[in-house]
């Protein structure tokens, strides 16, 4: 086979140069912790199975009163309000009340079993408040956050709700390439389309409901650093990203929550209990909601130390606890 000569072998050899830049190591570093636990084949056999068998559930889990909510508000009637992108109508026919309850549990089934450590983690995984809330409320959050079992190809599904699925895509380079290379196609078809996002989250800020715990500002220079420090860990860089958000509700978390499996059994204990916090608002007020932040902080914080184990710091932290922390046999 022939090379490519003239204007397409230049194209074709500063591609290459481009492809060599020391920079996408730095930005795009392999993660430190294994890879994809389950193959395709797998995959598709345990995203099929739970999806059939949500499905038949839902038969008996139906929409009505407090449960389904949202869905019965928007969904069901493929209402799509102006804060969502414009190719969430390319999804409409899997917002039925059975299909969508049925990817959102396969979906967060799969990305936990890929991710999972110790199966009590993996359990406890599901018992977050996040993950019960959109399958209570009948959100699309799931079906979203299903969009991370099959990238790159199912990056538009990731993108239908991209306030922290954005900040997954960005922790590898062929995810962030096909990012752009999406969104300028999806430019080119509905124009400018961030202009309608952009004026809801105004008013949405000016509205501020009690539940939005977003911060945004001056906190993303925080976000910056911690995104830095999560670089190729889509879990660490949505759990940073979500300090950029400046409207967040507490199931805004779920694409999050499968990163519980990959704590220690403990650990993943006390992120399942502290997701839960926000709920104490029903009882201290207003302020209970902001207590969500302490899931983010401690998925985020138990990640970093596994991630940076054999850093100095962190070495150095371990021996200050080893030696402040003794047990002694109490004298008889």
């Not at 009163?65 to 949202?70: A, K, Q």
């Not at 967040?248 to 694409?255: D, W």
């Amino acid at each position: 086979m022939s090379s490519p000569s003239g204007p397409f072998a230049n194209l074709a050899g500063v591609a290459r140069r481009i492809d060599r830049w020391p920079v996408w190591a730095l930005l795009f570093p392999r993660p430190k912790s294994g890879g994809d636990r389950l193959s395709l084949s797998k995959k598709i056999v345990v995203f099929g199975a739970v999806t059939a068998l949500a499905y038949l559930a839902c038969y008996f889990y139906r929409p009505g009163g407090m449960i389904g909510f949202d869905w019965i508000h928007f969904w069901s009637k493929s209402y799509i309000p102006s804060y969502y992108p414009p190719w969430t109508a390319w999804f409409l026919p899997l917002t039925g009340w059975n299909i969508l309850i049925g990817i959102s549990i396969s979906g967060f089934a799969v990305l936990v079993a890929i991710r999972s450590s110790h199966l009590t983690s993996s359990i406890l995984s599901f018992f977050c408040l996040p993950f019960f809330w959109v399958l209570l409320t009948g959100q699309i959050d799931g079906l979203a956050t299903s969009g991370l079992v099959g990238l790159p190809l199912t990056i538009p599904l990731a993108l239908i709700k991209p306030q922290l699925l954005v900040f997954a895509l960005f922790s590898k380079r062929s995810y962030f390439i096909f990012v752009i290379v999406f969104l300028f196609i999806t430019f080119t078809i509905f124009g400018f389309w961030p202009n309608s996002i952009m004026s809801m989250g105004s008013y949405q800020l000016l509205n501020r409901a009690e539940q939005n715990i977003g911060l945004g500002g001056w906190w993303t220079l925080l976000a910056l650093v911690g995104l830095w420090f999560s670089r190729g860990d889509m879990d660490m860089m949505m759990l940073s990203g979500a300090v950029a958000v400046p409207y967040l509700i507490p199931y805004h978390l779920f694409p999050t929550v499968p990163a519980v499996s990959r704590l220690r059994p403990w650990a993943a204990l006390v992120a399942a209990l502290t997701s839960w916090l926000p709920l104490s608002a029903n009882w201290i007020g207003p302020a209970g909601w902001w207590l969500g932040w302490i899931y983010v902080a401690w998925v985020w914080g138990n990640l970093a130390v596994e991630r940076y184990a054999d850093a100095p710091v962190i070495q150095h932290v371990h021996q200050l606890f080893s030696k402040q922390i003794k047990w002694k046999p109490t004298a008889q």
